[in-house]
């Protein structure tokens, strides 16, 4: 049985402003209609082997996004492993593998990050079949991206000798750090080195016995973790004290680079793939992999273009137009708009920081912002009032509330809205209202089979997200 392991716990900032610390890149659309997150966990459809639905590492705080958009593409998992801090890839993997095993099975596993490209599923499906026949003899496995440029921004891997019986694999000699730009180009020249994908496999037995003997230290912190761990749902917390006492380390610094002075541990080797492979680690990558018009533009959204040359124009809520420029990469959403030189793409990053220092919340979060049950998108703000567009997906209810600072008056403008105003509890559907005071006890929920979309109009001295009190709520958010 072969186990997927997603690994989602990126923030992609030099993907800003379309990618945030509450929304990264791997749960957004950037090359068509799904989230990296739901074509990666869509991967594997097709492959000979067995597959077992996904294990997901994740965060607390996109738990329920993640949820969501796996049950969207029919990819349910009740196993989204919750951290309660990021201690790298290491240990989220022990986690993954610990929660393999307890039924007994040793599954062969395949970790991946929840944020990069593949265009040629096929190539990358029979470098997989290469890979599991290797891991599932006791090989840990990674996959190294063949080279077509020289390029700084990503590790290297060393190839060694052919893997005996192997079609392409190699001995894994060596992990190699980001090179600069001369040594990168000697890499690609020399034809022994390819790129670090961030793509293991492995058994799960083979991986747990690694880890115990070259750091016990994280063995011991992620099971004591696991040991305390609870079920919420889909969802599983594993302990929070033991967690953010592990050490933070990454698979290839933990394990893979000390494999050569252990054989007893099991073979080191690499697959290469050619793939079509990107992490979309900024916006430059993005144009590399996506469709492109006769000039050389990608585009997404309403945009129109007018003597305008290798660019990508990223639109999220209006028009965007570009006349007479050239390699330049413009996003634009709803409260933010970027434009960079197609060269300078990495140092979007530069300006996060910036925001980030100026105690902006552009950083953090989106204009529309996610919950459990639906959205909202504040649509308009001001001194002492606030318009919100809410939606609520069939079946959810929001948390029975009130507020010290604000009152709240509700529109419906399509679907049904069951209310709870005070001691009242409401029906009401299209063009129907309520007002809530200041103080008063209330609830919405969507008892309808089709979304409920409101606007609020609320009113006060204060109106940030903080002044909720929640005494009943279905999503464990009560505090």
């Known amino acids: 049985m072969l186990q997927p392991v997603i690994l989602s716990g990126g923030s992609g900032t030099r993907l800003w402003p379309a990618s945030r610390e509450t929304y990264p890149k791997q749960l957004l659309p950037l090359t068509g209609a799904e989230s990296l997150l739901q074509i990666t966990a869509r991967r594997l459809e097709g492959f000979a082997a067995p597959v077992a639905a996904p294990i997901v590492v994740t965060n607390e705080d996109h738990r329920f996004i993640i949820a969501e958009q796996l049950r969207q593409i029919g990819k349910h998992s009740d196993r989204i492993v919750l951290e309660p801090v990021g201690r790298n890839t290491a240990p989220a993997v022990q986690l993954a593998a610990l929660l393999a095993v307890q039924e007994g099975d040793d599954p062969v596993l395949l970790v991946m990050p929840a944020d990069q490209i593949v265009t ?14 290797l891991a599932a003899a006791g090989a840990l496995v990674t996959f190294g991206i063949v080279p077509d440029r020289p390029e ?10 052919p893997v005996m019986g192997a079609a392409t694999a190699r001995k894994l000699d060596a992990f190699v750090e980001k090179p600069d730009s001369v040594r990168a180009a000697e890499y690609v020249a020399s034809g022994q080195y390819l790129w670090n994908a961030g793509i293991f496999m492995m058994r799960a037995s083979v991986w747990l016995k ?32 033991a967690f953010m006492a592990c050490p933070s380390n990454s698979i290839d610094y933990a394990v893979m680079e000390k494999l050569g002075a252990h054989p007893e541990l099991g073979a080191s080797v690499v697959v290469p793939l050619e793939a079509g492979w990107s992490d979309v680690g900024a916006w430059d990558a993005l144009w590399q992999v996506c469709a492109k018009d006769a000039s050389g533009n990608a585009v997404q959204g309403e945009v129109m273009l007018e003597d305008t040359a290798g660019s990508l124009v990223f639109s999220q809520s209006r028009l965007v137009a570009a006349v007479g420029v050239k390699d330049l990469m413009i996003v634009e959403t709803p409260d933010a708009v970027m434009v960079t030189d197609k060269a300078r793409a990495q140092d979007v990053k530069k300006i996060v920081e ?26 308009d703000t001001g001194p002492r009032f606030q318009v919100k567009r809410i939606v609520v997906n069939p079946g959810a209810t929001l948390s029975l509330q009130m507020h010290h600072h604000r009152a709240e008056h509700w529109i419906v403008v399509s679907g049904t809205a069951e209310v709870t105003n005070g001691e009242q509890v409401l029906l009401l559907s299209e063009n129907q209202s309520t007002y809530i005071p200041l103080g008063t006890v209330h609830r919405l929920a969507n008892p309808g089979k089709l979304p409920l979309e409101i606007i609020e109009v609320q009113s006060g001295s204060y109106l940030g997200e903080d002044d909720i009190v929640r005494f009943e709520d279905s999503y464990g958010r009560c505090k």
Do not use: N
Request: aromatic letters at 10%.
């Open 354 to 379: 910036r925001i980030k220092k100026e105690d902006k919340k552009l950083a953090a979060t989106h204009r529309k912002v996610y919950r459990p049950w639906g959205w909202y998108d504040s649509i």
């Open 152 to 161: 700084t921004g990503y590790g290297y891997l060393r190839a060694g000798d």
């Open 210 to 241: 690694a880890l115990q003997t070259l750091q016990p230290e994280i063995a011991g912190a992620c099971a004591a973790a696991m040991g305390e761990a609870r079920r919420d749902s889909d969802f599983i917390r594993v302990g929070k004290a």
């Open 120 to 133: 040629d599923s096929g190539a990358f499906l029979v470098a997989l079949s290469e890979g599991l026949q």
